[in-house]
């Protein structure tokens, strides 16, 4: 056995919630850099990038890093971070944290197995929650991921507070709240291609005992689920995340941002930063999912000894 042994008593949503959260966290300390190359390369080529943004060319994801160091410093690879963990620890709690609950709250009573569709609907439910809630954290880290600052030049914002209050101030409340349809769209896909994903493969790898439930079988399920939900989910990214850093009045809605990128730059555009997508969703997948797995599993052991001390 690899890691902490599965509990007798199934995790209760609460410590599911905040194993969520946690593990998200965890993952996306590890993956930041490539989630910033990513935004990096998928805002290349905007018609309205500021004149610094033009100059700069990204080749490749580790190009894409190498340049940013050089140029903006090593600091520049964690722009956003502080909102990036305050999206995880409220959207992952949700989306992830939720799942198995509202999975169950849609099966039919005395079935004996869950349907794909009934995996897919939690999935889409829980996607759409968590961006409701989390939104206006992720305009702010896709923000701060974007913005170009020479070392020793000035900055857009005076810290992540500052931010939301900017945005609040030059666009409105609502601003905070831009590129909400994209997002839960692009949200719903990559629940369902990460959550319903790990799931079948899990429980396929458990069922013909392939593998027995530890950390091996969660690694291969995370990895499958990382790809699926980068391949089926990257159209959806790119427009999101250019729709969430443009300026006002540069796109109609995210509908025109779309059809502004095919006109311009072709339908390859919607794969632009494929790569560190799937660089970082796949390697994000597998330290969550791991991660997810033992902290369920260390808080479930904690709750037990702390019931029964003697």
């Not at 300390?29 to 805002?43: E, G, H, N, S």
């Not at 857009?156 to 931010?163: E, F, Q």
Request: charged share 20%.
């Amino acid at each position: 056995m690899v890691g902490l042994k599965p509990t007798e008593i199934p995790p209760s949503a609460t410590i599911k919630f905040l194993s969520a959260g946690t593990a998200a966290c965890i993952a996306d300390l590890c993956t930041f850099p490539l989630d910033t190359a990513k935004v990096r390369l998928q805002i290349q080529g905007e018609s309205k990038a500021s004149k610094t943004a033009k100059n700069v060319k990204y080749k490749g994801v580790f190009g894409t890093i190498t340049t940013m160091v050089r140029m903006e410093g090593p600091k520049s690879l964690y722009n956003g971070l502080v909102a990036g963990l305050q999206r995880q620890m409220s959207f992952a709690s949700i989306r992830i944290g939720l799942y198995d609950s509202v999975k169950q709250l849609y099966t039919p009573t005395g079935s004996d197995s869950t349907s794909i569709f009934t995996r897919l609907l939690a999935g889409c439910t829980t996607g759409a929650m968590a961006v409701t809630c989390a939104q206006p954290t992720d305009v702010v880290k896709v923000r701060f991921q974007a913005h170009i600052r020479v070392v020793g030049g000035p900055k857009k914002y005076n810290g992540t507070v500052d931010a939301y209050r900017t945005i609040a101030r030059e666009e409105g409340v609502k601003g905070l709240w831009k590129g909400t349809l994209p997002n839960i769209t692009r949200n719903a896909i990559v629940n369902c291609g990460e959550l319903v994903t790990y799931d079948l493969i899990k429980e396929a790898l458990l069922k013909y005992h392939l593998m027995t439930d530890n950390f091996p079988c969660h690694f291969v399920a995370a990895f499958g689920a990382g790809f699926c939900a980068t391949v089926v989910a990257s159209p959806v990214d790119v427009v999101k995340t250019r729709y969430m850093n443009s300026l006002p009045e540069q796109y109609k809605n995210a509908l025109n941002c779309m059809l502004t990128m095919v006109v311009k730059e072709g339908p390859t555009a919607f794969y632009k930063g494929f790569i560190p997508s799937f660089l970082r969703l796949g390697s994000w997948n597998v330290v969550m999912f791991v991660t997810y797995e033992q902290l369920k599993r260390a808080m479930m052991a904690a709750r037990g000894s702390w019931e029964a001390p003697f």
